[in-house]
């Protein structure tokens, strides 16, 4: 008889600027390692690779970049992830992720480059089994304590930003691959909202790894 394993999950925390997204990465990881679960969290843009320090210094303003350029850097940083996404979650360790394709999707597509141009380069990724989006609205963002010097971190790009969000949602469609929870909440409350949609998925699942964007 073959073996049935499991493989682990594929699970994407995305966001905006302040919508707490890091700190509940910190905060599902932690509860995930004392469930015994095998997890690993990544975060993109990974800024510590060839790639990455190209984008860390355009994020920092300390270069020009043309908007597609730097579209299909975001994008080949997730490529050099991809491999070891794919051998991780078979090995059945859980993946966290904090932002994926979708922040790509938001953000360039806020600034104004072609949603389907965007799209294009991040097609064939190894898809989330379930994309959580802290959705935070402007006046919580403007309440915690402002934004940093960044690119981006400007309250009428996060506007559009949000809104951007909002049509990837909508193209996701339903399944509960695409859950939207609000990050306006308590610290606590969003936390607990977090773990009843990833607890499910902790041991891993019997699904076929899918592909963006399938
Ligand atoms: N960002 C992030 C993009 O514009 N495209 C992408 O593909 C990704 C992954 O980079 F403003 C933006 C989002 C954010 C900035 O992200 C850096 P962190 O999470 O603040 O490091
Ligand atoms: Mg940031």
Not at 178 to 186: Q, Y
Request: include cysteine; glycine fraction near 8%; proline fraction near 4%.
């Amino acid at each position: 008889m073959p073996e049935v394993t499991k493989r682990g999950a594929f699970v994407v925390i995305e966001g905006l600027d302040r919508s707490g997204k890091s700190t509940q990465c910190t905060l599902l990881l932690e509860q995930l390692r004392s469930a015994g679960v095998d997890v690993k969290l990544l975060k993109v843009p990974d800024r510590t690779t060839t790639i990455g320090k190209v984008i860390d210094s355009y994020l920092r303003k300390e270069s020009e970049l043309d908007d597609r350029a730097i579209h299909l850097l975001f994008s080949a940083n997730r490529w050099e992830v991809a491999s070891s996404i794919e051998s991780s979650l078979r090995a059945g360790t859980l993946i966290l992720c904090d932002r994926y394709a979708f922040s790509g999707l938001a953000f360039s597509s806020a600034q104004g480059l072609p949603y389907t141009w965007c799209r294009a380069p991040d097609a064939g990724l190894p898809a989330p089994d379930i994309t959580l989006l802290l959705d935070v609205s402007p006046e919580a963002q403007a309440k915690r304590g402002g934004f940093g010097a960044e690119r981006y971190e400007q309250t009428e790009l996060q506007e559009r930003v949000r809104a951007a969000f909002e049509r990837v949602g909508d193209e996701m469609g339903g399944g509960g691959r695409w859950v939207v929870v609000d990050a306006d909440a308590e610290q606590e409350a969003v936390a607990r909202e977090l773990w009843r949609h990833v607890e499910p998925l902790a041991q891993g699942t019997d699904e076929p790894l899918r592909r963006l964007w399938d």
